[in-house]
């Protein structure tokens, strides 16, 4: 029975000290204690007004949400900025009256992260979704904003992935 509890706390031990390594965010050990995320301006040829606000938020939202990093407006340890590179509607199916029956909104946002702690890390990468609606219907009001929350979902959440989770 001593044995037991020995090997047991052996196994608690060696458990808690692992928390080092990784947390809870998936995003491993940062040496990093804040952020900033540059104004993201609206470069797409195709320009929909204000969509460069709403991203530039929904990326400091994500980086809040899943990471104990602090939210600062200059000298952060991370450095995210960028543009939007891309605001395209393609056609994707055809009714036999030669209209589109579905259409596809893909947005690119061009993406330049600095790690101050470690150069190492820094990229400038594209990243770039979609979302594909019915042919007949308009992007406006209710309908545009739940196209940017599933398009802006993924891409902040592959930048999250990118830059801090490695994966």
């Not at 900033?36 to 990326?59: D, M, S, W």
């Not at 893909?106 to 790690?115: D, E, K, P, Y």
């Not at 770039?128 to 929350?149: C, E, I, V």
Request: glycine letters at 6%; a neutral charge.
């Amino acid at each position: 029975m001593k044995k037991m509890k020995h090997i047991l706390l052996v196994v608690v031990a060696l458990t808690f000290s692992s928390c080092g390594f990784y947390n809870f965010t998936g995003t491993g050990k940062i040496d990093a204690k804040t952020f900033q995320v540059n104004y993201f301006h609206n470069n797409a040829p195709l320009v929909q007004p204000g969509i460069e606000r709403t991203f530039t938020l929904k990326l400091q939202e994500i980086l809040q949400n899943q990471t104990n990093l602090n939210l600062t407006n200059t000298n952060g340890d991370l450095m995210y900025e960028g543009e939007i590179t891309g605001y395209n509607i393609t056609p994707m199916a055809a009714t036999a009256s030669q209209t589109a029956a579905q259409n596809r909104l893909t947005i690119t946002i061009n993406v330049r992260f600095v790690n101050r702690k470690d150069d190492k890390e820094n990229f400038e990468k594209p990243f770039s979704f979609y979302y594909d609606y019915a042919g007949d219907q308009q992007l406006t009001g209710a309908s545009l904003t739940a196209a940017l929350d599933v398009i802006f979902e993924r891409i902040t959440q592959d930048i999250f992935n990118q830059s801090l989770a490695k994966w």
